[in-house]
Structure formats: structure tokens, C-alpha cells
């Protein structure tokens, strides 16, 4: 037999010894040489967030500006001038900002106005005004404060388009069609950001619960999903999470660094010429004192004495910052607690009390939460 033949022959064997070598071996083995190896090193490394009241360095309470029928987008006349209202947008602002505020561009441009004022620069008023700047109008922002001491700097900062949005038994069906209007515009321009020094990236999200948790409509969550928009909500078995839990599901989504992003947006506003103006505006009358013939009225829970609107309420959520963990990068709800690691912090929190207007945090949600987290990160294996 020549040197050839030989080795042609020799190979195969060589692989079939080895096939039967594997199959012989215990199936664990195969799977993980370590029994922690799927929590340790495999594909979804879920690090585990430490927990202490002592590393808690701010709580805050931001107050969500909330209507039963959904954000109010109409156009109404005030004396001489033309008000586009953009305001009442639930938890959902941060969301639905530029959509929105593309909806309100279309009302001003109706009026071929070229000066503009926008009241408000939180995440919707400063959307609004980059928006009419692209269409070529000269837009001044009034406001009572700039960030970061705006409501817009309390909100935990991640994609939740529908998060009390509206009461779908109150909202008319047709606001439906609105809301996913706006949606997939703000979901194209946010993807305009991504890649920018991380004022919007993607994160993991992860949902960690006993048993499969029962939904209620109208009780605060998201009533409205555009399928597709997102990677789908995946279920992960036991050997893909290391959570003491039965019901576990993951999903990537967008999160936005809050300070990061709310000053390369006013920012951008003021390189392309717009005006910041620090002026309260309480009264109609001080809407009629404005140059401006087209204003449009940003203001969130500040519309409600002005404009009358009695519909109007605040949902007060509160946040306990953590002490940034350099291997935390993903989101985390749980029954009664949930976090969010951002650049400027880790975010806990969870409540939504409709009607509150007292942004005094409270110790013993801050203990709760806390506690909750603290418990599930007790429990992880690993």
C-alpha cells in the first residue's frame, strides 16, 4: 500500500473513532464543560447589578402629562394668532416627539407662517422646532427652564411609543391610525441618531417573572404594538437566562441618554439659528404678547391653566440613580420594579400614580424597589 492510499484510508477512520468517542460521552458534557458555563460565557451574559441604598447618589420624581383621549393635536384660533397644540403625551414623549411634532409641522405649514414660537423645550417642544427649521422656518422657543431642569430630564429614557398614551376606553378609535403615524416617523428619525456618541443605541431588555405575567388594558402599559417595528419579544428557556423565574423573555430595544441627547438637540437648534427665550408663559395673554402670528403650545402639564384643559393630569413616576456599573448594559422589568442602565446612571423605578402633583420622593418606594431587585439579583445563578 503506497503512502496515498494509506493516509486516504487513515483519515476517515481517525473521524469515525472520534464520532464514537462523542456519542459515547455523558450529554451534559457535551453541552457545557462547566454546569455555569451558559451563565458565565455563553451567547447572553446577564451581569449582575449590585444593589445598595448606599450607592443610590439621586431620586427624582418627573410628572408625566397625561389625557384620556391620547395627546392633543389640534388647531385652535386665540385672538389673532393660530395655536398648534402638541402636548399630553402620557410616558410616551420621549417616543413619540418627533411624530408628533411632524404632525404640528404639518399645521403651521398649513398656514404659510414663517416665524414660529414654540412653547416648551422638553424632548416634544425641541423635536418640534428642529422639524419646522428644516422646512425653513425661523423658530424662537419660550420657556420657563432649559435642561436640565425640565420634566423631560426625569423620564428613565427608552422606545415605550404607547406607554400610557392614552385610556383606549376614552381615546376615539381613530386616534389609532394617529398614533402609528407617528410612531414609524419617530422610529425612522431616531435611527438618524444611532452611532452618535450613544445619545441613542440599542440595548437589551429583559422581562423576569414567576409565571407569565396576565395584562390588563387601560391599566398604564402599552395598548398599541406595530409588529415588526421591533425584534420580537423571544422567551428564553432555563438554560438561556440564569433568573429564578419560569417566565423570562428578551428583546432588543431602543434607549436614549437623556442629558446627552436633549443637549445635542437644543444644540443643533441654536447652530441653525433658532432662538432660546427663558419667559413663563401663564396666562393667554401672554401668548398674545408674543410676535408671533403661529405658536406651538409644547408645554405638557404647563397647558393645563393656560388653555383650560381640565382633561389634563399628571402621572408622577419616581427614579432612584444608581452608581454607573461599567458591565451593565441592559434593561430590566420585573413585577413592581424595573431598571435601566444609561451612560449617566442606572435607573430604577416602576410606580405611576394618576393625579399626584407631589414630586417629594418617597423613601419607602425607593426601599421597595430596591429590595424587589435586590431579592432577584439574590436568586441569580452563577
Given at each position: ?6 493516509f486516504a484510508?487513515?483519515?476517515?477512520a ?8 462523542a ?5 451534559s ?5 462547566d454546569?455555569h ?9 446577564i451581569p ?5 441604598t ?8 418627573g ?6 383621549s ?7 384660533k ?8 402638541n402636548?399630553?403625551?402620557?410616558g410616551?414623549?420621549?417616543s ?10 404639518k ?18 417642544g ?11 422656518c425661523e ?29 383606549v376606553?376614552?381615546?376615539k378609535?381613530?386616534?389609532r ?17 444611532l452611532?452618535?456618541n ?14 407569565m405575567p ?7 402599559g402599552?395598548?398599541?404594538?406595530i409588529e415588526?417595528l ?19 423573555t428578551?428583546?432588543?430595544n ?9 443637549r445635542h438637540q437644543?444644540t443643533?437648534?441654536v447652530?441653525f ?5 427663558i ?9 398674545d ?22 382633561e ?12 454607573p456599573?461599567s458591565?451593565?448594559?441592559?434593561k ?20 405611576g ?16 424597589t ?13
Open positions: 500500500m503506497n503512502r496515498r492510499s494509506f484510508r487513515a483519515v476517515p481517525s473521524f469515525a473513532i472520534g464520532a464514537v468517542a456519542s459515547c460521552a455523558p450529554k458534557q457535551q453541552l457545557y464543560p454546569k458555563f451558559h451563565i458565565s460565557r455563553g451567547y447572553h451574559q449582575k447589578l449590585r444593589l445598595s448606599d450607592r443610590i447618589v439621586k431620586e427624582t420624581v410628572l408625566r402629562p397625561f389625557r384620556a391620547g395627546p392633543r393635536l389640534d388647531v385652535e386665540l385672538g389673532n394668532k393660530t395655536i398648534v397644540h402636548y399630553g403625551h402620557g410616551s414623549g420621549w413619540l416627539s418627533w411624530g408628533t411634532g411632524n404632525i404640528a409641522r399645521n403651521v405649514l398649513a398656514t404659510n407662517e414663517k416665524k414660529i414660537a414654540v412653547l416648551g423645550c422638553g424632548t416634544v425641541i423635536a418640534t422646532a428642529r422639524l419646522l427649521q428644516e422646512s425653513g423658530v424662537t422657543i419660550y420657556t420657563k427652564d432649559v435642561p436640565p431642569n425640565i420634566t423631560s430630564n426625569l423620564a428613565t429614557g427608552t422606545w415605550s411609543p404607547a406607554s400610557r398614551v392614552c385610556d376606553k376614552v381615546a378609535p381613530e386616534f391610525t394617529v398614533w402609528e403615524e407617528a410612531t414609524r416617523f419617530s422610529f425612522r428619525r431616531f435611527q438618524f441618531l452611532g452618535m450613544e445619545i441613542a443605541c440599542w440595548a437589551e431588555e429583559y422581562g423576569v417573572f414567576r409565571e396576565v395584562y390588563t388594558p387601560g391599566a398604564g402599552e395598548d398599541f404594538e415588526g421591533l425584534p420580537e419579544r423571544v422567551k428564553l428557556d432555563s438554560r438561556e437566562h440564569p433568573f429564578k423565574a419560569n417566565h423570562v428578551r428583546r432588543s431602543l434607549m436614549f441618554n437623556i442629558p446627552a441627547y436633549l437644543l443643533d437648534f447652530m439659528g433658532g432662538k432660546v427665550k419667559q413663563e408663559i401663564r396666562k393667554p395673554e401672554d401668548i404678547a408674543l410676535q408671533e402670528n403661529v405658536v406651538v403650545n409644547c408645554m405638557g402639564l404647563g397647558a393645563k391653566p393656560v388653555f383650560n384643559d381640565e389634563l393630569t399628571p402621572v408622577s413616576g419616581q427614579l432612584s440613580c444608581l452608581i456599573q458591565d451593565i448594559h441592559y430590566l422589568y420585573t413585577q413592581g420594579a424595573n431598571f435601566i442602565s444609561r451612560k449617566d446612571g442606572i435607573f430604577i423605578g416602576s410606580n400614580i394618576v393625579g399626584n402633583w407631589d414630586t417629594t420622593p418617597s423613601k419607602e418606594q425607593t426601599e421597595k430596591v429590595g424587589i431587585l435586590q431579592k432577584l439579583m439574590e436568586e441569580m445563578k452563577g
